[in-house]
């Protein structure tokens, strides 16, 4: 099975712009979990998303926002950029079944603001 | 809200010994999850072994295992064999349990794993 991709690996954007992340989750996964990892703040719960719902949101202004599809795929949207943006996101999908719901994650997407 | 503690910036271990990672954490609540993952300089997170609160049994995976200690509210974790491959970042993690509950992880800051040959 294959595993959590995500599109772009490498972006490179200037302060002020917007920018649109993607995720494909696990075949079968209905959820899909975003992070934010920096040095400084290390990994940071950004949202949540199940059957097209977010379910659960971490504590980031409003320019960061997310969707999900029928299929499960899920983008996040960081808009008006800053520099204290640049990090890595990480994407995550689990089954989000009663149980022990574990996440697997995906490759990352390193975004650098200049 | 929960945390997650890992007081231990660095560590080293020589190939084929025996390292032991700490982590501790917070809670109020009695019924969590708790994970182990790895994140190599390729920085793809894996998960490496979890354990469910209610088990009293300490989990193994292969040369992984935790030490789960619930009143001291410990999850270490020990590699055996130490192996080139296991060098990495490891992050001990949080997860709420119970239905409605929140499921997002709360990490700590992450144990920087060197393996010398």
């Known amino acids: 099975k294959a595993g959590v991709t995500q599109t772009p690996r490498y972006l490179i954007k200037t302060r002020g712009q917007q920018v649109t992340l993607s995720c494909s989750p696990i075949?079968?996964?209905?959820?899909v979990s975003w992070y934010q990892q920096t040095p400084g703040q290390g990994l940071q719960f950004l949202f949540e998303?199940?059957?097209?719902?977010?379910?659960n949101k971490g504590n980031f202004p409003g320019r960061f926002s997310g969707r999900q599809f029928s299929n499960s795929r899920s983008e996040m949207n960081v808009s008006t950029l800053e520099l204290g943006d640049s990090a890595l996101y990480l994407c995550?999908?689990?089954?989000?079944?009663?149980?022990?719901?574990?996440?697997?994650f995906g490759p990352g997407t390193r975004l650098t603001v200049l | 809200a929960q945390t997650v503690t890992q007081s231990q910036p660095e560590m080293s271990v020589q190939e084929a010994e025996t390292v032991t990672l700490s982590c501790t954490y917070d809670?109020?609540?009695?019924?969590?999850?708790l994970f182990w993952y790895k994140q190599p300089p390729s920085r793809q997170m894996i998960l490496v072994i979890r354990?469910?609160?209610?088990?009293?049994q300490n989990a193994t995976e292969n040369r992984f295992s935790v030490n789960f200690q619930k009143a001291a509210k410990s999850f270490s974790l020990k590699i055996s064999d130490s192996q080139l491959g296991d060098a990495a970042m490891y992050f001990c993690?949080?997860?709420?349990?119970?239905?409605?509950?929140?499921?997002?992880?709360?990490f700590g800051s992450g144990t920087q794993l060197t393996v010398l040959p």
């Open positions: 995550a999908s689990s089954l989000a079944s009663a149980t022990v719901d574990t996440q697997y």
């Open positions: 075949s079968g996964h209905r959820s």
């Open positions: 998303y199940f059957s097209e719902t977010q379910r």
């Open positions: 809670t109020s609540e009695s019924d969590y999850y």
């Open positions: 354990q469910e609160a209610y088990k009293q």
């Open positions: 993690a949080y997860r709420s349990a119970g239905s409605g509950s929140a499921r997002q992880l709360t």
